[in-house]
């Protein structure tokens, strides 16, 4: 009986050890961004430029990036709170994205986006102005 106590204690011991001088997981680099900004879509970097995917099955203008982690590129168009129409582009990474806007009344209009369903997305611009847009 006090052999199986010796036991129980013996592996107690040892998994605790084990745990407390584990070492932590090394972070893992990339060099995707954690945000879009409207800037990612003016340029491609050396990164993307070995991943980049064009595909005319689907709506988006190019692809990099790697399986889980892709990055889009779409044309959009669409209205703003006034009915204004408006068209730009924009890269999106996951549900959220960034780009520009061109209206009638505004040379340019940074945006950020997130998706809402199958091809249409909500905007939001810097003074707090939505629009609703689809991808072309």
């Given at each position: 009986m006090k052999k199986n106590y010796l036991i129980l204690l013996l592996l107690f011991i040892f998994y605790s050890c084990e745990k407390a001088s584990a070492p932590l997981p090394a972070q893992i680099n990339t060099f995707y961004q954690s945000a879009i900004t409207a800037d990612d879509r003016k340029t491609i970097t050396p990164e993307e430029a070995k991943t980049y995917h064009v595909n005319n099955t689907y709506k988006y203008e190019y692809r990099t990036g790697n399986p889980g982690n892709y990055k889009y590129n779409y044309d959009v168009k669409?209205?703003?709170?006034?009915?204004?129409?408006v068209f730009g582009n924009i890269n999106v990474q996951g549900k959220y994205g960034a780009g520009i806007l061109i209206g009638d009344t505004v040379a340019e209009i940074e945006i950020n986006t997130e998706w809402i369903s199958y091809g249409k997305l909500k905007a939001l611009d810097k003074k707090g102005n939505e629009y609703n847009l689809i991808v072309k």
């Open positions: 669409g209205i703003n709170i006034n009915g204004d129409s």
